[in-house]
């Protein structure tokens, strides 16, 4: 089902019995996963109803995502390493930097990918673009997980565990102009604590928690902030424009507006979440 805020409709996608669902959505289209012998499987949905395969061969395709026409995602073959492929109507799929180490975690702006690689026996964050070919953001010693882009800028995650100090766990920030430097720390641990991560501007938005879970908010003006204020426990999966977040609360799909009244929302997320993390914008030396 797809919905449109200006016009409060909605428009059916299938209803011929096949199980589907969207993944990723740029204007008008829409990338649909479908499920095909037990395999997920992706096409883009276009605004005519047209669904066009994007990758038919064996194996998953999970975790899309979309730019203008351009579609990025982790192709899984059995017995090998999940790699990350692009895809567009003109070259069609090709991996972007074939490797025989694990590639998750992709997202794309403009002509630019970002995504997860363990080549080094840690989670480290990548960007590619087709001019430059590959380039390691994250140059701390320690993983680096759930990056997220815009424009230029590029957020990722450093876990708080036994080998990195709690003082460096947090929020971190990739841009050509100053590198990688800390937006905000915050002590997560696992993976599993901080997944989804997107942003947009200087908001970011990301699911805390896999299970029991919440949608969690950042900008440099407000902090941390709550982003849903019911079906706590159960929200998951963020997507955002601008300042508008929308996520999924146990069934249900919910659209948030940050602001106005951010101060209020933070108030009532830090309480809601149980956690008061020290917020702070640091330059790496």
Not at 74 to 103: F, M, Y
Request: charged fraction near 15%.
């Amino acid at each position: 089902m797809v919905w449109t805020q200006a016009e409060g409709s909605r428009r059916l996608i299938g209803g011929d019995g096949i199980s589907r669902a969207p993944v990723a959505v740029w204007e008008d289209n829409l990338v649909i996963s479908y499920i095909e012998n037990n395999q997920h499987k992706l096409y883009l949905h276009d605004s005519n109803g047209v669904d066009t395969p994007i990758a038919t061969s064996a194996g998953d395709m999970v975790r899309a995502s979309m730019y203008s026409q351009a579609v990025v995602y982790e192709n899984r073959q059995a017995g090998a390493q999940p790699q990350v492929w692009i895809w567009d109507p003109v070259n069609g799929g090709r991996p972007i930097h074939p490797t025989s180490s694990s590639q998750t975690n992709p997202r794309i702006w403009g002509d630019q990918v970002v995504y997860e690689d363990n080549r080094n026996g840690r989670d480290d964050i990548y960007l590619w673009n087709p001019s430059d070919g590959e380039t390691k953001l994250s140059t701390y010693i320690y993983s680096m997980v759930s990056p997220a882009i815009y424009q230029n800028k590029v957020v990722m995650w450093l876990l708080d565990n036994q080998y990195a100090s709690n003082l460096d766990a947090g929020l971190w920030e990739w841009t050509p102009q100053h590198g990688l430097r800390q937006l905000a720390q915050i002590g997560f641990s696992s993976p599993y604590d901080v997944m989804y991560t997107r942003t947009w501007g200087d908001l970011v938005v990301w699911q805390s928690g896999n299970g029991p879970s919440s949608i969690g908010a950042w900008d440099p003006a407000h902090g941390l902030m709550g982003v849903n204020q019911t079906a706590y426990g159960q929200a998951r999966s963020p997507s955002i424009f601008e300042n508008q977040v929308a996520w999924v609360g146990d069934y249900d799909i919910y659209l948030s507006t940050l602001v106005p009244e951010p101060s209020g929302l933070a108030t009532l997320g830090l309480l809601a979440c149980g956690f008061w993390p020290i917020i702070r914008r640091r330059r790496r030396q």
